[in-house]
């Protein structure tokens, strides 16, 4: 049996735990979504979580697993050019009683657990002795950034989540309040 540290070995059952919910919620959030293409994005998330979930299993067992620094996500569906600024945006009143969550709902919750997910991640990464655990988390976290954005990318898409924008001559005067470097002799 390999030895690890207390805290990266308890850090590792956290993450397998939180990929464990994840697989179900996502396999929920699968039946539930309207949009085809949402749908898929769920289906395809889901079965990078299932991977990381098995990778971290065998990692634990000892089964000879090499940890990469290159994470499993393969690409991310770029939905053209995000939109930057406001259009009209809308909130409908929140349903205390829904029987079916909406999909700008599936599609913040899971933005919010992809985000929180990769933040965790890399902190359960710099408590790692281990190096393939430390190098698991870290693929962790950057797998969960990457689903993020990708999510992120169809709200945004589809409205969901507008990105507001500053005033040019707000960002400029902030821009401007920088100064160069002097150079090093």
């Not at 059952?13 to 949402?38: C, N, T, V, W, Y």
């Not at 697993?65 to 393969?74: E, G, L, R, Y």
């Not at 693929?139 to 169809?154: D, H, K, P, R, S």
Request: charged letters at 10%; hydrophobic letters at 40%; aromatic letters at 8%.
């Amino acid at each position: 049996m390999q030895r690890f540290a207390a805290h990266e070995f308890l850090e590792t059952q956290e993450a397998l735990r939180s990929k464990h919910a994840g697989i179900e919620m996502h396999g929920l959030f699968a039946e539930m979504a309207q949009d085809p293409q949402l749908k898929n994005m769920i289906q395809n998330h889901q079965r990078l979580i299932m991977n990381a979930y098995q990778q971290g299993i065998n990692l634990l067992m000892g089964k000879g697993v090499n940890i990469t620094a290159t994470p499993p996500m393969t690409q991310i569906r770029a939905a053209g050019q995000p939109t930057v600024g406001l259009n009209q945006p809308q909130m409908m009143a929140p349903n205390p009683h829904p029987t079916r969550l909406s999909d700008m709902t599936i599609s913040t919750i899971m933005l919010n657990w992809h985000k929180a997910g990769s933040a965790i991640g890399m902190l359960w990464a710099s408590e790692c002795v281990d190096p393939q655990i430390r190098q698991y988390h870290v693929n962790g976290a950057n797998l969960c950034q990457q689903m993020a954005y990708e999510t992120w990318q169809y709200m945004n898409a589809k409205g969901f989540y507008q990105a507001p924008q500053l005033a040019d001559h707000t960002m400029n005067t902030m821009i401007n309040a920088y100064q160069q470097q002097p150079a090093m002799v």
